[in-house]
């Protein structure tokens, strides 16, 4: 089940940075964050969308309308 009622905002715009195409070290940097905080988030996001790997999981967000699909 997806819970995705329960992603933070700073999930929400970590997955529409994955879905550009940052890595982890990018997004740490984007968003003034460690990147170990920045991995951290990213595991919570998988457990909330339910997915194996974060491919998976801006798939399913972009579904369900978190973020674009075809985003520039």
Known sequence: MLDVNRLTLEEKEILRLISIG?????????????????????TKILKKLNSLN?????????????????AD
Not at 54 to 70: D, H, M, Q, S
């Open 22 to 42: 940052y890595s982890n070290k990018q997004i740490a940097a984007e968003l003034q964050i460690s990147e170990p905080a920045a991995k951290n988030h990213m």
């Open 54 to 70: 974060r491919t998976e999981a801006v798939v399913k967000a972009a579904v369900i309308g978190l973020v674009p699909i075809g």
